[in-house]
């Protein structure tokens, strides 16, 4: 480590704590499975069929595909947006699927029923697909089956995406 300080951080549980959150615990060990265990409902932006059946809209979008994994994405100013099933009595997040390796022009607010959770810049954030998880506060769900999904470019410099997978997953 070349003599640089590490910290390390553990998680606590009472006796109580890890009886009733054990399973809950573990499962986040094996991440694909908590994934897969809390998707509520998932999007694949880019394939025509899924688009249909989620009611896709945008202006100035564009189609591609990277290391076998199709995105959309809106350029110049442009957005897109998609429905998304929803449980009307729990709290969920947004987690989104984008390509790290992109400079500063991929910017865009992410917004759910007109209402913007998150202003996102893709920066550098390394050569890889990055999964990004967004709050959606309980009063944009609640009493919901389906809500709106969108993401639009900040400016008309800006693009908004790539995104390669939406899902809405339990909190």
Known sequence: MGGKPL???????????WTARKDEIMMK???????????????????????????FKGE????????GRKFRKAVNGGWFSFEMEVRPDISQDLLVSCWGNLGDIYKFNVEIDGISIATVIIH?????????????????TENKKKI????????????????????IIKR
């Open 29 to 55: 060990q094996d991440r694909e499975k908590w994934i897969k265990e809390q998707t509520v409902s998932s999007f694949q932006p880019g394939e025509m069929q899924p688009e249909r059946d989620h009611d």
């Open 7 to 17: 910290m390390v951080y553990f998680e606590h549980y009472t006796i109580e704590e």
């Open 60 to 67: 100035k979008t564009r189609t591609g595909e990277l290391n």
């Open 148 to 167: 709106t999904v969108s993401f639009k470019a900040l400016d008309n410099r800006s693009v908004a995406g790539p995104i390669f997978n939406c899902k």
């Open 124 to 140: 550098w954030w390394g050569n890889t697909f990055v999964d990004k998880l967004y709050h959606i506060p309980f009063e944009l």
